[in-house]
């Protein structure tokens, strides 16, 4: 097999110059005629550069187009700043870009069909949030790769990067078990499809809501009357559904409730109302943002790696660009974070009181 020592002694030229042409190095001034012989003579000698696909890739990388598209507009309330949930994601993605070296990148809102022509300013797109484009769009058609974040969109196609709500659930109901709570009950919200293609929001049975009934029909567990569902997982929505919990006279001994910032306005509502968070009733939520830590008591949460899963949707992204072709849908499970306001001891020391 040819080697650039070969090309070197057969052509003159030092083997850092021959490196540098073979792998069309932008930053490097040769003659023509030195490139024109160095590059004849590695015809003849059927040499392979194999360097030469790592500096393509890595010009690719940076001059290739990336189009971030966010969860949606706050007036939907469904945005960042009423879901810290897709900020994690895209905080995530945004760091992961950067450290690649994809520096050509756009934030680009696509809320509707007039929105498309965005996508003509990039090449790739990543998609934060459950979106349904309309695939025959001309401007959809035209993008290289498409990476889904929070969405299972069509993996036989796409890229999807996900997170086990079920598993995140399971997690929950659990530990509730653990504590010796059989009267539980869920606080959460429908879950909402952005269809671009018929200009509409198709609503559906959010994943936790649907795996927390089945985990208390397969344990026969007593919960219909303890089933409260909203619009929106937000802090307003959280307030007014633990207000008709408590409005109804018939509170569970815990709730799981599907999101921190919902579980922010329970805690308002039942601290109204004089319920002991904690005490009088537990509570475990879904997400683990920043400001659960904080809440008195500090809120027990499964943790969702929402950050990640915007890292791990720019590898998908590399991936593609250095050549996979077949469609991955990735995982990434979910971690229990005990805290005080469901903690197995807190039942006992009542108990004891």
Same mark, same amino acid.
């Given at each position: 097999?040819?080697?650039?020592?070969?090309?070197?002694?057969?052509?003159?030229?030092?083997?850092?110059?021959?490196?540098?042409?073979?792998?069309?190095?932008?930053?490097?001034?040769?003659?023509?005629?030195?490139?024109?012989?160095?590059?004849?003579?590695?015809?003849?000698?059927?040499?392979?550069?194999?360097?030469?696909?790592?500096?393509?890739?890595?010009?690719?990388?940076?001059?290739?187009?990336?189009?971030?598209?966010?969860?949606?507009?706050?007036?939907?309330? +469904?945005?960042?700043?009423?879901?810290?949930?897709?900020?994690?994601?895209?905080?995530?993605?945004?760091?992961?870009?950067?450290?690649?070296?994809?520096?050509?990148?756009?934030?680009?809102?696509?809320?509707?069909?007039?929105?498309?022509?965005?996508?003509?300013?990039?090449?790739?797109?990543?998609?934060?949030?459950?979106k349904a484009f309309h695939e025959d769009n001309i401007f959809f058609q035209q993008l290289k790769n498409v990476i889904f974040v929070d969405y299972n969109y069509d993996y036989h196609k796409y890229d999807c990067v996900v997170s086990d709500f079920t598993d995140a659930i399971n997690i929950a109901m659990d530990y509730m078990m653990e504590c010796d709570i059989?009267?539980?009950?869920?606080?959460?919200?429908?879950?909402?499809?952005?269809?671009?293609?018929?200009?509409?929001?198709?609503?559906?049975?959010?994943?936790?809501?649907?795996?927390?009934?089945?985990?208390?029909?397969?344990?026969?567990?007593?919960?219909?009357?303890?089933?409260?569902?909203?619009?929106?997982?937000?802090?307003?929505?959280?307030y007014e559904l633990a207000r008709k919990a408590v409005q109804s006279g018939q509170l569970p001994d815990a709730f799981v409730i599907g999101a921190d910032p919902m579980a922010i306005g329970v805690y308002r509502a039942f601290t109204e109302a004089g319920i002991r968070i904690g005490k009088d009733i537990r509570l475990i939520s879904i997400d683990n943002i920043?400001?659960?830590?904080?809440?008195?008591?500090?809120?027990?949460?499964?943790?969702?790696?929402?950050?990640?899963?915007?890292?791990?949707?720019?590898?998908?992204?590399?991936?593609?660009?250095?050549?996979?072709?077949?469609?991955?849908?990735?995982?990434?499970?979910?971690?229990?974070?005990?805290?005080?306001?469901? +903690?197995?001891?807190?039942? +006992?020391?009542?108990?004891?009181?």
């Amino acid at each position: 097999m040819a080697t650039v020592r070969d090309i070197a002694e057969k052509t003159g030229y030092s083997k850092a110059t021959i490196s540098r042409v073979l792998s069309n190095d932008p930053t490097f001034n040769a003659s023509s005629e030195a490139r024109q012989k160095i590059l004849l003579c590695a015809k003849e000698l059927k040499y392979e550069y194999k360097g030469r696909g790592k500096v393509v890739h890595a010009r690719n990388i940076k001059e290739h187009r990336v189009g971030i598209i966010p969860i949606g507009l706050e007036s939907s309330g +469904r945005g960042e700043l009423q879901d810290p949930y897709y900020l994690y994601i895209r905080n995530g993605v945004e760091e992961r870009l950067n450290e690649l070296g994809f520096h050509n990148v756009s934030l680009l809102p696509v809320n509707g069909s007039d929105d498309y022509q965005r996508l003509e300013k990039v090449d790739s797109i990543i998609v934060i949030g459950k979106k349904a484009f309309h695939e025959d769009n001309i401007f959809f058609q035209q993008l290289k790769n498409v990476i889904f974040v929070d969405y299972n969109y069509d993996y036989h196609k796409y890229d999807c990067v996900v997170s086990d709500f079920t598993d995140a659930i399971n997690i929950a109901m659990d530990y509730m078990m653990e504590c010796d709570i059989r009267k539980i009950g869920y606080i959460g919200s429908w879950d909402y499809v952005n269809d671009f293609s018929n200009e509409r929001f198709i609503r559906k049975i959010d994943s936790r809501q649907e795996a927390f009934e089945n985990y208390a029909n397969a344990r026969e567990l007593n919960y219909k009357q303890y089933l409260y569902i909203g619009d929106k997982f937000t802090k307003a929505v959280g307030y007014e559904l633990a207000r008709k919990a408590v409005q109804s006279g018939q509170l569970p001994d815990a709730f799981v409730i599907g999101a921190d910032p919902m579980a922010i306005g329970v805690y308002r509502a039942f601290t109204e109302a004089g319920i002991r968070i904690g005490k009088d009733i537990r509570l475990i939520s879904i997400d683990n943002i920043e400001d659960t830590e904080y809440l008195s008591p500090p809120l027990t949460t499964v943790m969702i790696h929402a950050f990640q899963m915007g890292k791990c949707a720019v590898d998908c992204l590399q991936q593609r660009l250095e050549g996979r072709k077949v469609p991955v849908k990735v995982v990434l499970p979910a971690t229990l974070i005990v805290r005080e306001s469901c +903690r197995k001891d807190n039942r +006992r020391k009542q108990n004891q009181q």
